[in-house]
């Protein structure tokens, strides 16, 4: 909850020095905490954009008569969660958790490789 009050992370870094159940169960809370921060995509029905396309037509003839105009560019899916880059010493211990495809969580065991997946991921975005 503390985190979401948090505006403009981008990424979290955990440096996780501990057994391997306490930290099999930081990863999973992590895993279901992006699980249920995931923003849907909804791509326009055929109908809808041809219903766009056309509005996008008009305004381009009667620039002059309207003042609003239509966003053409589609819109942009930004991650509802931040990305986290754990660090695990026992990292490969922890291989039969399943991670979202998202990327939006990076395991490694080498603080170092961590440390520039999180520089990384900001420079990206």
């Not at 985190?3 to 955990?14: D, K, M, Y």
Request: glycine letters at 2%; one cysteine or more; proline letters at 7%.
């Amino acid at each position: 909850q503390e985190l979401e009050s948090f505006i403009g992370i981008e990424a979290v870094i955990f440096n996780i020095w501990d057994t391997e159940v306490i930290s099999r169960a930081i990863v999973q809370t992590i895993v279901d905490y992006c699980a249920t921060k995931t923003a849907p995509v909804i791509f326009p029905l055929p109908s809808e954009q041809m219903l766009v396309n056309s509005a996008i037509a008009l305004g381009e003839n009667h620039e002059s008569e309207s003042s609003s105009s239509i966003d053409r560019n589609p819109p942009t899916v930004i991650p509802a969660a931040p990305y986290f880059i754990l660090r695990l010493p026992n990292q490969a211990s922890l291989a039969d958790l399943e991670l979202p495809d998202s990327g939006q969580i990076y395991l490694s065991s080498s603080l170092e490789d961590s440390i520039d997946q999180t520089i990384s991921m900001v420079k990206s975005n």
